[in-house]
Structure formats: C-alpha cells, structure tokens
C-alpha cells in the first residue's frame, strides 16, 4: 500500500485501511474535520483504490472497494457501503448514509443528511440540497434516494424528498417533489413522463435499457413496506351504499397492508341499510339524521378523528369506486416523506380510469386545469375523492370546514385549495378510478347545482369572498 500523510492525533492513525489497499501520495486520509464529532476514528475496508487529490476525513467509515477520483472529498461521519465508485471533483458533505454499489459520477454534490440506497447512479453534476431554507440547522436534510434509482446530468435535487425505487430523473431536471417508484421524471420543476418499464433502447442493443423487467410503479408502491407508527383512519361518506359498503369494508380488511386502524362510516341520511350494513361488516358507524352533504359527512368523521388523536386521515368513496389496496399510494408520501396532503389523481402515469364516461374524462379536466391556473399548482385530478392528509393541518385556523356554505361538495375542493394556498407539503399520487358500465350509477351529483358546488369554492377564496 502506497503511504498517504494523514493527519492523525497523537494516539496514532485515525483512519484505518484494510489490505490490498492503494492510496496515491497527495491524497489524504484522516484529515481532521473542522467542527467537532464525537468519534474521530474511522476505517476504510480492503481492496480500496484512493487517487491523488482525495480528501478523506476522520470519522467516516467506508466498506470495501472504495475507488475515487481524483480531487474528492469525503467529509465526516458518513456510512458508506460496499465498492463505492465516486469520480473527479466529487463531495460527499458530512453525515450521509451511502449504501452499496452506489455509483458516482464527476463533479457531483452530495449535501449532508442525505441518504442513498443500493444500486444508485447520480450523473455528472448533480446537485443535492439539503436546506428547506437559508441557515437552517434545525430542518436540515437532503433527500432519501432508493434503491436502484438514477439521476441524469445536472439534475437538481431539493431538500426533503424521496426518489423512489427504480425512478428515472432526466437530465437537467429541478426535482421539488418525491418521485414515485419506477416513473421518470423531466423538467423545472420536475414533473411524470412516463415510467422507466416502458422505456426502449432506440439503438435496438436492449430491450430494457434500464435494467431488469420491473413491476409496475404502482404495484411497487404497494409492495415496499410503509413505517407503520402514525394512528390512521379511513373515513367514508355514504349515503345508500347499500351493497356497495359491505365490500369496501371488506376490501379494506383484506388489502393485506394493515394500515388502517379503524374504518368510520358517516351515514349520510341513507334510506336504506347502509348503516347496518357497514356495522355488520366490522366499521364503526355515525349515522346523521338527514341528507346534509358530503362536506358535512367528511367534516363529522375528520371532528371524530382529532376527538379520538389520529395522526392520518385517508378518505375513500363508499361506491366501491376506489381500490383499497392503493391505500399505500396515498399514504406513503406522508408517512415515509415530508407531505402532509396527498391527493389520489387518476390521471399522473401510474393512475387509472376504468369504463370512464367521456363526459366525465373531460369535465374533470377541464376543472383540473381551472384549478391549476388558480393556484398555480400542479393539479392533475381536482375532484377525486380518494386522498390522504395529517390531523395536524387543522392547527391552522385559516383551514376552517366548519363553514355552513362547505356541507356539500364544496368541502373537499376548499381543503385541496388552502393546503395549496398555506404553502403546506402537497403532492398527488396515482389511483385507480373503476366506473360501473352503462350510464347510470357512477355519480349522484346533480347537474348545475353541484357543478356550481365544486366551482365556488375557487371563485369565492379566489377574490377573497370566502375565507
């Protein structure tokens, strides 16, 4: 092994390096990190190739493999795996977890508290932030890449993200929010394109130019495990479901992702045995004396959810329109991520619309674009039904439901528009909308009226009539 000159205190080397090792003269390991950590020792595994122009300080530990560039620098504290590959004019910040077979190309910034998982590519010149906003110590944190995910040439990842499993960054891309498994992603700021398992080498020489056959990215999203430690509610409105209710409960129950810790019912002044129905199934039941609207049903299970201290509210459609299994998908980006409002969208690549009628397909457009436009949003499905946020919105006083003019369909629209408006951590995520076939059944909304019961709510808080 080829000597390098590290700093190192006067109880000896502070960096051990396993055998077989090479470290070119000019490169330095042990180097002592200007702010102080508590464990100054570190070790480098076996087989390591470190270039001239390395910087490697004390208290990182790195597996076997290694290989760098030259001119890199990793900083303090970080937990890196197994045959690292890092090039020219590369930094890893300090406090970072790197898994292994990670790759990664020249002049690349990687902020600290950032973490990576196998199997990832970061291209040359991507950036990684870690500050939601200028000297924060406190929210400080870069964001989490999963397993097997790449990230093209200069791409820009902002702080707190997720880059799911499989997931595809373009390059050149501003990626401001998390990125489902195995979709591709392009732009600025970044948005869905498509997903890596329908992409082709255009050269013809692979069949898969990114890699083995994958799952489709919303079967992956119900496949990977959530971190189960928040109390989660599915809430669903219902007004004569009968024959309909018993098998969303049932669905639910047999999803397999044991998310869900307790199913409400809100009754809405059904006429026939909708309540009984769901009770005999196993959910817990309010039923309302009268037909009072779905806002108004929302409202009273979102009141039992901060009476009883959930931490989530999922809310679903008691049509048995919705698929309780895509219940992950709405919850992941709250539970592994920083998001606080999800919102099902039938529409972003991985979502799905079944036997929809074309009147619906362009009704729901068109008043996704109006909100798009109003809020300067990304809004892709401004009246789906199936979504998921954190109790912990209502602290907020100016997201006030308890307004008489919110009990039909205003209610829901008005949520989706103030969490936008507050600046909370907003996202959507792909579900599956099943229409029964024929003309009748799918909706009981009454044309005019409540058109016009989704449409106030962004005209009122548009020009200030409502707050």
């Known amino acids: 092994m080829m000597d390098a000159e590290p700093r190192a205190s006067a109880s000896g080397e502070l960096v051990s390096i396993g055998p077989e090792s090479e470290v070119e003269k000019s490169a330095v390991v042990g180097y002592l990190p200007g702010r102080k950590i508590a464990n100054l020792q570190g070790s480098i595994g076996s087989r390591a190739r470190i270039r001239a122009g390395t910087v490697i300080y004390a208290g990182t530990v790195i597996g076997d493999g290694l290989e760098t560039g030259h001119n890199v620098v990793i900083r303090e504290e970080n937990r890196i795996g197994d045959s690292f590959k ?69 791409a820009t990842l902002l702080p707190h993200i997720t880059i799911g499993e499989n997931a595809l960054v373009g390059s050149g891309s501003v990626v401001t929010r998390s990125v489902p498994p195995g979709m591709v992603v392009a732009g600025n700021p970044a948005e869905v394109i498509g997903s890596v398992d329908k992409l082709r080498c255009k050269a013809g020489i692979l069949e898969k130019p990114y890699g083995k056959e994958l799952a489709s990215p919303a079967t992956a999203m119900e496949r990977i495990p959530v971190m189960k430690k928040d109390r989660i509610i599915l809430i669903l409105p219902a007004l004569n479901e009968q024959g309909k209710i018993s098998k969303v409960i049932d669905k639910t129950k047999n999803a397999g992702h044991g998310l869900v810790d307790e199913i409400l019912v809100i009754d809405d002044g059904s006429t026939d045995h909708t309540a009984d129905e769901a009770r005999e199934h196993g959910a817990r039941v309010i039923s309302q004396r009268v037909n009072m609207g779905v806002g108004a049903a929302i409202r009273t299970g979102i009141e039992y959810a901060l009476d009883k201290r959930f931490d989530i509210v999922v809310v679903m459609g008691a049509d048995d329109q919705d698929n309780p299994r895509e219940i ?140």
């Open 86 to 154: 890092i090039w020219n004019n590369s930094t890893v910040d300090y406090g970072c977890e790197i898994g292994n077979n990670v790759r990664v190309h020249c002049g690349v910034y990687i902020a600290q508290f950032t973490k990576i998982e196998d199997d990832v590519f970061l291209a040359p010149g991507v950036m990684i932030a870690n500050d939601p906003h200028p000297i924060c110590t406190r929210c400080m944190k870069g964001p989490t890449i999963k397993r097997g995910a790449k990230i093209g040439i200069n």
């Open 328 to 467: 992950p998908r709405v919850l992941r980006p709250i539970m592994d991520d920083h998001f606080v409002f999800v919102q099902g969208s039938r529409y972003v690549a991985g979502g799905e619309r079944v036997n929809i009628p074309l009147f619906r397909w362009i009704t729901t457009g068109v008043y996704s674009l109006l909100f798009k436009i109003t809020m300067k949003f990304p809004v892709t499905d401004g009246t789906n039904g199936f979504r998921a946020f954190r109790t912990s919105i209502f602290q907020d006083k100016e997201i006030n439901l308890w307004q008489s003019w919110l009990n039909r369909y205003e209610l829901e629209p008005y949520l989706y528009y103030k969490v936008i408006e507050k600046g909370l951590a907003v996202t959507d995520a792909p579900v599956t909308k099943s229409y029964p076939e024929g003309k009748v059944g799918y909706t009981k909304m009454v044309p005019i009226l409540d058109w016009w019961s989704i449409l106030r709510p962004l005209v009122y808080l548009r020009f200030g009539l409502r707050k």
